[in-house]
């Protein structure tokens, strides 16, 4: 069955980088969409952006352009989202999730990555 | 970008109670809306997906309606499992946004 696992939880200074994995395993990792969701404590949901593997296509959301990069590694079934110059407003647990291509909804999650940002 | 808005926050129900949770576009977008239900601690889950289908696995005491831009969530008879937050998301053009969510708390 379909599991995306993620890494693990994450401590960062203002101004830095962090970088989330997810890696997939059963299914095709080829046949579907990876997307990136956050939930900032007490706060509802955010789409951030997607791949499309197999046709190298991402798209973000308008407030994170310039700061975030997701990325995938074919071979590995695993993709990545980066996030620039963090602020202690991108305190949040990070969410990979696959995205069908029957019609885009996302149907498995990740557990789930906390990224804290902190002086 | 598509604004989702889903009004009340917060909603009040009992153990057996019918209960909708509504859900609105700010433009049209056809079928494009899926439902998923967020226990605390715990990633969401995809209940209905093209406004109406039920995702595999879950309940029929579940429902989901709507065209266009205005959308509705039914569960038939709610049971305490169903106590958890709902959210709406368009997935018609990127990005694929969420409403704000609705929160199911017991009576």
């Known amino acids: 069955q379909v599991q995306l696992v993620q890494s693990g939880a994450e401590v960062k200074k203002p101004g830095s980088s962090v970088k989330v994995s997810c890696k997939a395993s059963?299914?095709?990792?080829?046949?579907?969409?990876i997307t990136w969701v956050r939930q900032a404590p007490g706060q509802g949901l955010e789409w951030m952006g997607r791949?499309?593997?197999?046709?190298?296509?991402?798209n973000y959301a308008q407030r994170f352009q310039g700061r975030i990069t997701i990325t995938a590694d074919k071979s590995t079934s695993t993709a990545y989202m980066e996030l620039n110059s963090l602020r202690s407003e991108d305190t949040a647990l990070y969410y990979c999730?696959?995205?069908?291509?029957?019609?885009?909804?996302?149907?498995?999650w990740g557990q789930g990555t906390l990224v804290t940002v902190s002086s | 970008d598509i604004q989702m808005t889903q009004s009340p926050s917060s909603l009040s129900a009992s153990v057996g109670d019918r209960v909708t949770i509504p859900c609105r576009a700010s433009?049209?977008?056809?079928?494009?809306l899926n439902w998923y239900q967020q226990k605390v601690g715990k990633a969401p889950k995809l209940l209905i997906y093209?406004?109406?289908t039920l995702q595999s696995g879950v309940p029929s005491r579940f429902s989901g309606s709507g065209s266009g831009t205005d959308f509705t969530l039914t569960i038939s008879s709610l049971q305490p499992e169903d106590f958890a937050a709902y959210y709406c998301?368009?997935?018609?053009?990127?990005?694929?946004?969420f409403g704000q969510g609705t929160k199911l708390e017991i009576k």
């Open positions: 999730a696959r995205e069908t291509l029957r019609f885009p909804s996302n149907d498995y």
């Open positions: 059963g299914g095709t990792f080829s046949s579907y969409s």
């Open positions: 791949i499309i593997p197999v046709l190298d296509i991402t």
């Open positions: 433009q049209n977008m056809s079928n494009y």
């Open positions: 093209a406004a109406s």
């Open positions: 998301q368009q997935t018609y053009s990127p990005p694929f946004t």
